[in-house]
C-alpha cells in the first residue's frame, strides 16, 4: 500500500507550445482509487505514464510513500498499468498471460501457479485458465488484463480507460467489478477516463484536468455541489449546466436580467453573499438541467423555449432550445482567449431542460419554463471562477417543507 505524491509534475513535448501537462501537484492516499477525468488530450495518460517512468518529467517529481521516484526505472517503481489498448499475448493461454510478470520475475513456479489462481478467482476466470484469448469475450479479456496486472500485487494500479473498448452494458458491470476488486486489495489506484459518469460512480475523489492544468480535486458530491469554476460545472453532470450572462441589481427584491427580462431574485444574497459586490456587473448564471420545470401560473421566473430537439428517456425528457440571448456566456472570439477554467465545449448556443414526461412537448411548439433560482450557480465573467454558495440547509427527515 502506497501514497503517490506528485509535486509540480510538468510535461512539455518536444514542438509543443503549451505544456501538455501544466505543475499539477496532487497526493494520492494510501489505498485511495483517484480518477483522473477531463477532455481529449488534456493530459491523462501523460500524467499516469509520468507516475508509471514510462516517459520523462520536463519538471517536478513524483514521489511514492515518501520517496522521489522521479529517476527511477519503471520496473523498480512497482507499478502496474493496465493501457487504453491492452493487448494480451494472443499465444499464450490465460494462466501464461497472467503469470508472465512473475515468470520474468523468476518466480518458483508453484508460487506462480497460486497466485495467477488466487487471482482467477477474484475475477471470475477460473474457467478460462486454458484458454487462449481469442476464445474470449471483450469483457473476458478486459478482466484477463487487469488480472495480468494485479497478479504480482503492485504498490500502485494505474488504468487508463480500460474499458473504452467495451459496450455500455458491459461496461456497467465492469464498473461494479472494478469496485469490488478495489474493496478487497485497496491498492493506491489512479484512473483515467474522460467519462464523468465513469469518474462519478467510481471514485473516491476525482481530479479534474483541463488542458494540462489541475481544476479541482474533490469528492464526486464536492464536484457537483461546488464545482471551483464553469469548467468543472460544465464537465460533471449530465446533460451539462446551462450559462448565461446576466446582471444583478440591487433593491427589495433583488433583481436579475436575462436577455430582457427581469426576474426578482429575492433569497440570492443568502445563497451567494459575494454577490453583493458585484451589483450592475456581468456575471455568469449556471443552471442544471433539473432546474427547470413546465412553467404554471406562479410561477416566478419563467423563460419561452420553443423546442428544438425533445428526447425522451424513460420518465423523463430533455428539451434542447436556444438559449436566451446571453446565454452560452461566450469568452472572446478567439477559442485560444478561453481561460483554462472555462468548458469551450460549454460556450454553446443550446440550452437543455430536464422535465418530467409530458405529453404537450413537441418539437417547434412553444413551451413556458420555470427556472428554479435557488438551484443556481454563478462564475466570473472574465475569468470562471465560481462565485462561493452556500448549500441551502437539509431539509429534517419527515418534516415537511410545505407551510414552513
Ligand atoms: N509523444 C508525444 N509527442 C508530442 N506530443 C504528445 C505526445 N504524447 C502526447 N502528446 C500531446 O500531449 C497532449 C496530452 O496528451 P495525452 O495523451 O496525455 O492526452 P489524454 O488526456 O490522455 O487524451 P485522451 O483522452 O484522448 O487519451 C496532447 O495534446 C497530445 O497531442
Ligand atoms: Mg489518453
Not at 443568502?270 to 455568469?284: K, S, T, Y
Not at 420555470?370 to 437539509?394: C, N, T, V, W
Amino acid at each position: 500500500m502506497s501514497a503517490v505524491r506528485l509535486e509540480h509534475l510538468t510535461k512539455t513535448f518536444p514542438g509543443g507550445a503549451a505544456p501538455a501537462v501544466d505543475d499539477v501537484s496532487l497526493t494520492i492516499r494510501d489505498g485511495e482509487f483517484l480518477v483522473l477525468v477531463g477532455p481529449s488530450g488534456c493530459g491523462k495518460s501523460t500524467i499516469l505514464r509520468m507516475i508509471a517512468g514510462l516517459e520523462d518529467t520536463t519538471f517536478g517529481d513524483v514521489v511514492i510513500d515518501g520517496q522521489k521516484v522521479t529517476d527511477w526505472a519503471p520496473k523498480q517503481r512497482d507499478i502496474a498499468m493496465v493501457f487504453q489498448n491492452y493487448a494480451l499475448y494472443p499465444h499464450m493461454t490465460v494462466a501464461e498471460n497472467m503469470g508472465f510478470a512473475l515468470r520474468l520475475r523468476r518466480r518458483p513456479k508453484p508460487r506462480i501457479r497460486e497466485q495467477v489462481e488466487d487471482t482467477a478467482h477474484l475475477l471470475g476466470l477460473e474457467e478460462y485458465l486454458e484458454r487462449k484469448p481469442k476464445a474470449l469475450s471483450g469483457g473476458q479479456r478486459q478482466r484477463v488484463a487487469m488480472g495480468r496486472a494485479l497478479v504480482r500485487r503492485p504498490r500502485v494500479f494505474l488504468l487508463d480507460e480500460p474499458l473504452s473498448n467495451l459496450d455500455a452494458k458491459l461496461r456497467v458491470s465492469m464498473r461494479a467489478e472494478l469496485a469490488r476488486l478495489h474493496q478487497r486489495y485497496r491498492v493506491t489506484t489512479v484512473y483515467v477516463t474522460h467519462d464523468q459518469v465513469e469518474a462519478m460512480t467510481l471514485g473516491d475523489r476525482i481530479a479534474v484536468l483541463n488542458r494540462g492544468r489541475l481544476q479541482q480535486v474533490g469528492t464526486p458530491e464536492e464536484l457537483y455541489l461546488a464545482p471551483a469554476n464553469r469548467f468543472v460545472a460544465g464537465f460533471m453532470g449530465s446533460p451539462s449546466m446551462n450559462f448565461a450572462t446576466v446582471v444583478l441589481h440591487d433593491g427589495d427584491p433583488v433583481t436579475m436580467s436575462l436577455d430582457g427580462a427581469v426576474f426578482p431574485f429575492p433569497d440570492v444574497l443568502r445563497r451567494c453573499p459575494d454577490l453583493a459586490g458585484r451589483f450592475g456587473e456581468e456575471i455568469v448564471l449556471g443552471l442544471r438541467p433539473a432546474a427547470f420545470s413546465l412553467a404554471g401560473p406562479d410561477s416566478a421566473a419563467v423563460v419561452e423555449a420553443v423546442p428544438l430537439g425533445v428526447e425522451a428517456l424513460g420518465d423523463e425528457k430533455h428539451v434542447l432550445f436556444e438559449a436566451p440571448h446571453g446565454g452560452g456566456a461566450a469568452t472572446s472570439g478567439d477559442p485560444g482567449d478561453v481561460p483554462v477554467a472555462v468548458d469551450e465545449s460549454s460556450v454553446s448556443r443550446l440550452w437543455t431542460a430536464k422535465v418530467q414526461q409530458h405529453a404537450g412537448l413537441a418539437i417547434g411548439r412553444p413551451v413556458r419554463l420555470a427556472l428554479d433560482l435557488s438551484a443556481a450557480y454563478f462564475f466570473d465573467a472574465a475569468d470562471g471562477y465560481a462565485i462561493p454558495r452556500r448549500e441551502p440547509e437539509p431539509v429534517a427527515a419527515g418534516v415537511s417543507g410545505a407551510g414552513g
